[in-house]
């Protein structure tokens, strides 16, 4: 359902992960939940989520081991997938607002969200000369290094460490 500039089922499907994640602004949430209250099937499928969201969180599924080969990549794809969004949940606000202050140094204002961010920074970078270029460099090096930790979990034990710049 969807009334003339209300969120459609796709639109909120999009924007799950981010309500858990009390990502939305305040007018996206409010369409995000004026479409719930208003649409069964997308209640349904946010509570799933949010049931989801809350067993790869807190379950320990460390001593299940399949001995199917293939059951067992699944097994480590959904743990190192559960690991890395409980990172999200946890420390993913804290690091976006690092992000949000440090940006606010290169665009001369702070940005709402990081959507906002990224696409200042996008014709920031675009009409800026080559002067600023080792500004750009700095400030992605340290965003990377940010968020590497969260990454970490995917890398199956390889170290892709960011080297520090001089
Ligand atoms: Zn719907």
């Known amino acids: 359902?969807?009334?003339?500039?209300?969120?459609?089922?796709?639109?909120?499907?999009?924007?799950?992960?981010?309500?858990?994640?009390?990502?939305?602004?305040d007018g996206q949430r409010q369409a995000f939940e004026a479409h719930l209250?208003?649409?069964?099937?997308?209640?349904?499928?946010?509570?799933?989520?949010?049931?989801?969201?809350h067993l790869t969180g807190s379950?320990?599924?460390?001593?299940?081991?399949?001995?199917?080969?293939?059951q067992r990549f699944r097994l480590d794809v959904a743990r190192r997938l559960s690991v890395f969004l409980r990172g999200v949940n946890e420390r993913g606000p804290q690091l976006e607002r690092d992000d949000l202050d440090?940006?606010?140094?290169?665009?001369?204002r702070r940005p709402a969200g990081w959507r906002e961010c990224d696409a200042a920074l996008e014709s920031l970078v675009a009409s800026a000369g080559p002067d600023r270029d080792a500004d750009f460099i700095r400030f992605f090096h340290r965003r990377v290094s940010r968020w590497q930790s969260l990454l970490a979990v995917g890398m199956h034990g390889r170290r892709y460490s960011v080297q520090p710049l001089r």
């Open 1 to 25: 359902m969807s009334g003339s500039d209300g969120m459609d089922c796709n639109e909120l499907v999009e924007l799950v992960t981010d309500y858990l994640d009390d990502a939305l602004t």
């Open 37 to 53: 209250a208003e649409c069964d099937g997308c209640e349904n499928y946010v509570n799933q989520m949010r049931k989801t969201v």
């Open 59 to 70: 379950l320990s599924v460390d001593d299940i081991e399949p001995d199917d080969p293939q």
């Open 102 to 108: 440090d940006a606010a140094q290169l665009l001369g």
